[in-house]
Each structure stands twice: as C-alpha cells, then as structure tokens.
C-alpha cells in the first residue's frame, strides 16, 4: 500500500473517529438540556435539545447524527413515560437530525462548487494570460514551425532520392553481374549444340539451354519491373500488324503445348486494321507472359487466344482450361513474387514476375489486364489496349542485307576470359578474324598499330572503362571505325550513355550468334566497297543507279509482296535525306563528327538496298569528313543529291514494273 493510500485511510478512520466523538458530545448536550432546563417550561427544553441535534448534524453528518440519536433514543425509551410521547420525540429528533444532515452536505456542495468555481476562474485568467502569450508569439512559432518541416520533408526527399538511386544502382549492378557469366554460359551451350553429341549428350545440353535460359528470364523481368516501377520504361509507337504477333505468340508456345498433350488456339472475332500503333514487343511480351501462364497451370483441354477491335481499343482474352486461381490468391496474382501455386505444388515453377509486369505494361500503354473469370473449369484473363488504326502497312522485322555477312577484321576488347572466347568463337564462326585486347591501354595500343573494321568494346574494363576508351580512341584515330558496345548493363539510359561516349551501337550480353551477325551485317561494309580512294566524283557515273541483282534478292525474300519491298526502300531514302540535312549544317558550321557517324550508316544501308553510286559518294564523303577536307563537302553534297534522284527514278521506274 502506497504512503498516498494510507494518509487517505487514516484520514478517513481520523474523521470518522471525530464524528462519532462529536455526536456523542451532541448526545450528552441534548440529554443535558432535557434534564437541566434553562428556562421556564418545556419548549425551551425541546427548542436547545432540537438546536443540540441540529448542529450535531451540521457539523458531525450521518455518523455523527446517528451515534446521537441513537442515545437519545436509548434515554427517551428509558424516561418517557407513554410510548407514544417516546416515539413522538424520537421522531421529532430524527426529522431534525436528517434535515441538519442534508443541509450540511448541501452548504459543503455549494462552498466546494464555489471553491471550484473560484479555481476555475483563476485558472481561465491564467490561460488568457498565456493565450495572449501564445498569440504574440504565433507569428515566430508558426515560422520556426514551417522552416523546420520544409528542412525535415528536404530531408526525407533527400532519403528517398538516395533509396531510389541505390536501388537503381543496386539492379544495374545485380543485372550485370548475373548477365556476365550467363553469356558465356548460354553462349557455350549454343556452340555444344552444333558438335557432335551423343543423344544423352544432346538431351543434358538441351536441359542447360533451358536452365540458363529460365535464370535470363527471370533477371529480365526483374530488370523490366524495376525500370517501370521507376518510371523509365520507354514504349514505341510504330505500325504492326496485330494478327502476325497473336500467331507469333502462339507458334512459339506451340511446340511445348504439344508435349503437355494441349490444343493452342487464336480466334480473331473481328477482321484487324491491316496495322495498328503501338509497341508490338511489348504487347508481343504481355500476351507471351499470358499464355506462359496458362499453359503453366493447364494440365488437359486447350488454351484459347482471343482478339476483336472495336475501332478504338484492341481487346485480348487468352483462356485455359486449367484448374483456376485459388480464392485466397485472386486479389494478389497481379503483385510482385506472388504465385497462383506455392513451388512444391505445381512443377511449373517463377519468379511470380510475368503479371505484374504485363499488368504494368498494359496500364503504360493506357489499357488494363484483368482476371476475368476463374473456377476449376479454367481462367480468362483479359487484356484491353487502346490502339490507333493505321493505313500504313506494317514493315516486318528481319535486316535489309540478304547475302551473307562480309568477314572484317574485329578488335574484341574484353576482361572476362570466358566472355573473350566466346566471342573469339563466335566471330570466328563468322568467317572473321579476331583480336584480344583485356583492357583499355591494350586497345588504344592495337588501334594505333593495326586497322580494323570494327571494335566490340565491353564497358566495363579493369583500368580504363570503355567510354573513356572509345573517347580517347576518336581523338586520335584518323579513320573512322563503328565500336559497339558489349555490356551486361541494360538499363534505360545504358545505351545513350554509349552513344554519347562516342559508340555507334549496342549490344546488350547475353548474345546469340545471330544476333551477332545482324549486327555485322549492319555494320561491316564489303571490302570491294570501302575503296574509296577510287571513288572519286568522275567515276561515279561508272556505277550502276540501282544494283538489278540485289533488287531482285530483296523481292524473292520478301515472297514477292510489294508493301514490305517499298517500305525497305522508302527507310533507305529518309536515312538519305537526313544525311543531306546534315550536310547543308555541316557546310555552314564544319561539324563533323555525328556527320560521320551518319555517313557510315548511309554508306551500309545503300549496300543493303544495291544503291551503288549513294555508296560511292558515301564512302568518298567520309573520307573528306574524317580528312577535314570542308571545302570538298558542298561538291560532295551536291553529288549526294543528284546520285539520290536517279536512283529515286529507277527504284520507281523498278517498282512500277513489278506492280504492273
């Protein structure tokens, strides 16, 4: 028990204690009044015996009065001479005592209400008095109050610009490092596969390919859902063909849909626009993730792909037969790292990446993906992407040069030794000849001792990072050499860091061998073309406008359509006439270096096309730009146009023939 509980109890046996003595003194005054009377006659006796219990009352309260009354009746009994004249007095005694009793209480209420409300004026002056306090201070407080807010939220600003740099910075490094050794793991397989393999051995590298090929997806999406969930998720907006990607999506799934014993579907409900604007890879990689999905959780029966156009928005059901979503999962599939099945319960394994990603993907592009309907029966899950008509046709993917890659000589700058002989190899399947280099120095050294046609340069290198290398190598090398950049790094501003470094293209790892080829094929001029020493402006008339055999190359492999032929050619003649543009300003302020860049560009895509004498005056104008010959650069242009206008006239005349 507590010092405070016992002060209060012996403070309340004290006043009880004090009552009780009170009314027993009241006791004795009242009795003494009835047997000791001060005045004549028997009124005065009662009125000091009633004054007696009255002030015993007052100031003694319910023990007291009690202890009093309790005597008073004790003596009455004992001295009355009628019961009735007892009870009468008894009775008039308890009416006293009570009536004292309640008004003393009473006048105790009312002092302490006045007690109270004295305090409370007392305390309402003193707020006012700090009111008054506060309110001239309010202006100082409430500025002091905002100046530290702002500091705290520019701190928390700060925290949360610097969380979000570490965690960019975090998956760029996790995507490089994962990237790296699966290049030269998915690149090994892929060269295993073409020497000859026992079946089992055949069947072992099969299982590597798929695994390695799992763990790249699995880094690719959690690239791809960081760069959206930051905002840097570039979309593209170029005429498709919708019905081609639904088929591409499902002949693709086809092949593991048969193992599984599945029937893979499209339905077209409503005729397509012959193409449509939007991001076909993307769109081609939401439905992917879709029926990846289904196939995933359908063990008999079909999956469906279904698409209709309304004239404004494309909508896309793909629909399995598949044992549903569970009911405690349906409200969460569309979060990151969630699965509609725990690992242990279904073999088809992920990240739980591939709809968070197509959701997000599908809300960028202004549509949605929903889960229409689920139930043991099967699932439908629907995407709605509002796509704009086009009347262009849409130009397939494939490269503009048909005849095989021209070999060249290729500087490989790479610190991995795996990586490097991957790249030996490759390059060397390629019929080209390869030279190492581990660092930047060891570059820039084989640059000023050797020529070469092209450098594939890795970014990061031990000593000297390949930007600097490849800025280094542009200011004193003479001639001009496309370098690609080779890095595990595939963020969104990746490549433009590249490009602003002074790098011609980028190469993201890891690489197929036909990726690699395109990209000699893009690259790599044919040596009988490079001579541009003799492509003096005299002997451009010797060229042929339009080379017949390439012309007729390119409509072969187009399976003789006119569209896709015409739409090659027309890309060809914008990189033409911006290659102008630029000349005309280069003229007039001498800037020559993205003026080179765009004449190489040039200068490969008029081989593609059999654009023979562009290619001439092409390849002469790099040589004048890199010489720094500016005097020689409006004869050029002048020569650039009129080779552009025979060339328009025949590709027309051409064109005409075959639509005829």
């Known amino acids: 028990m507590s010092a405070l509980a016992r002060f209060r109890r012996t403070s309340r046996a004290q006043r009880r204690r004090l009552q009780a003595v009170i009314g027993l003194l009241g006791a004795l005054l009242a009795i003494g009044t009835r047997w000791a009377p001060l005045a004549a006659g028997s009124a005065a006796n009662v009125s000091l015996e009633g004054s007696a219990v009255a002030v015993t009352g007052l100031i003694a309260g319910w023990l007291g009065s009690a202890v009093l009354l309790l005597l008073l009746t004790l003596v009455t009994l004992a001295s009355a001479g009628t019961l009735g004249a007892a009870l009468l007095s008894l009775g008039r005694d308890v009416v006293v005592g009570i009536c004292s009793v309640l008004l003393g209480k009473g006048a105790r209420y009312v002092i302490v209400a006045m007690h109270e409300r004295n305090g409370l004026r007392r305390r309402l002056a003193r707020h006012q008095q700090r009111i008054l306090s506060i309110r001239s201070h309010a202006k100082a407080e409430a500025a002091r109050a905002v100046s530290g807010y702002e500091a705290?939220?520019?701190?928390?600003?700060?925290?949360?610009?610097?969380?979000?740099?570490?965690?960019?910075?975090?998956?760029?490094?996790?995507?490089?490092?994962?990237?790296?050794?699966?290049?030269?793991?998915?690149?090994?397989?892929?060269?295993?596969?073409?020497?000859?393999?026992?079946?089992?051995?055949?069947?072992?590298?099969?299982?590597?390919?798929?695994?390695?090929?799992?763990?790249?997806?699995?880094?690719?999406?959690?690239?791809?859902?960081?760069?959206?969930?930051?905002?840097?998720?570039?979309?593209?907006?170029?005429?498709?063909?919708?019905?081609?990607?639904?088929?591409?999506?499902?002949?693709?799934?086809?092949?593991?849909?048969?193992?599984?014993?599945?029937?893979?579907?499209?339905?077209?409900?409503?005729?397509?626009?012959?193409?449509?604007?939007?991001?076909?890879?993307?769109?081609?990689?939401?439905?992917?993730?879709?029926?990846?999905?289904?196939?995933?959780?359908?063990?008999?029966?079909?999956?469906?792909?279904?698409?209709?156009?309304?004239?404004?928005?494309?909508?896309?059901?793909?629909?399995?037969?598949?044992?549903?979503?569970?009911?405690g999962k349906q409200a969460v599939i569309f979060e990151p790292f969630v699965q509609a099945q725990s690992m242990g319960a279904h073999p088809g394994g992920g990240a739980g990446l591939g709809l968070p990603i197509s959701r997000r993907l599908s809300e960028a592009m202004g549509g949605g993906l929903v889960l229409l309907r689920t139930s043991p029966d099967g699932s439908t899950f629907r995407v709605t992407l509002p796509l704009e008509a086009s009347a262009e046709e849409a130009l397939e993917d494939q490269s503009q040069r048909i005849l095989k890659n021209p070999p060249g000589r290729i500087l490989v700058v790479e610190d991995h030794p795996a990586n490097q002989y991957v790249a030996k190899s490759l390059l060397e399947s390629l019929d080209c000849t390869v030279t190492l280099a581990r660092t930047g120095v060891e570059a820039l050294e084989a640059l000023s001792k050797q020529t070469f046609d092209l450098v594939l340069m890795d970014c990061q290198l031990p000593d000297m990072d390949g930007y600097e290398t490849t800025r280094r190598m542009r200011t004193f090398l003479h001639r001009y050499i496309p370098v690609i950049a080779i890095t595990a790094n595939a963020m969104g501003d990746d490549k433009q860091r590249c490009l602003d470094a002074g790098m011609d293209d980028f190469l993201s790892k890891p690489f197929t061998r036909s990726t690699l080829c395109d990209l000699l094929c893009k690259w790599l001029v044919p040596a009988a073309q490079t001579q541009s020493e003799s492509a003096t402006p005299e002997r451009i008339a010797d060229q042929p406008v339009l080379a017949g055999v390439v012309f007729e190359e390119l409509w072969e492999s187009l399976q003789w359509r006119i569209g896709p032929l015409r739409k090659i050619y027309e890309s060809f003649l914008a990189v033409a006439r911006e290659t102008l543009d630029m000349l005309n300003c280069a003229t007039a302020t001498g800037d020559g270096t993205v003026l080179a860049r765009r004449l190489h560009t040039l200068l490969g895509s008029a081989g593609m096309v059999g654009a023979r004498q562009v290619e001439m005056v092409a390849a002469w104008l790099q040589e004048v730009v890199k010489a720094d010959r500016r005097a020689d650069l409006e004869a050029g242009r002048v020569l650039l146009a009129s080779a552009l206008r025979r060339f328009e006239t025949e590709l027309e005349r051409r064109l005409d023939s075959l639509a005829r």
Request: hydrophobic content about 45%; overall charge neutral; proline content about 5%.
């Open 152 to 327: 705290e939220l520019r701190g928390a600003r700060r925290l949360v610009e610097s969380a979000q740099r570490s965690s960019g910075h975090f998956v760029a490094m996790m995507s490089h490092e994962i990237r790296t050794p699966l290049h030269g793991l998915m690149a090994t397989i892929d060269m295993l596969r073409d020497e000859p393999l026992s079946a089992e051995g055949r069947h072992r590298v099969a299982i590597a390919r798929a695994c390695a090929r799992t763990l790249l997806n699995i880094a690719n999406d959690i690239l791809d859902l960081s760069r959206i969930e930051a905002g840097s998720f570039p979309l593209e907006r170029k005429p498709f063909d919708l019905e081609r990607v639904l088929r591409e999506v499902v002949e693709e799934a086809r092949a593991r849909a048969q193992s599984l014993g599945l029937d893979l579907r499209v339905i077209i409900e409503t005729p397509l626009p012959r193409s449509l604007i939007g991001d076909p890879a993307r769109i081609k990689q939401i439905l992917t993730n879709l029926v990846s999905n289904a196939l995933k959780f359908t063990n008999a029966g079909l999956i469906t792909v279904q698409a209709w156009y309304d004239g404004a928005q494309c909508t896309i059901d793909v629909i399995d037969t598949g044992e549903g979503v569970p009911r």
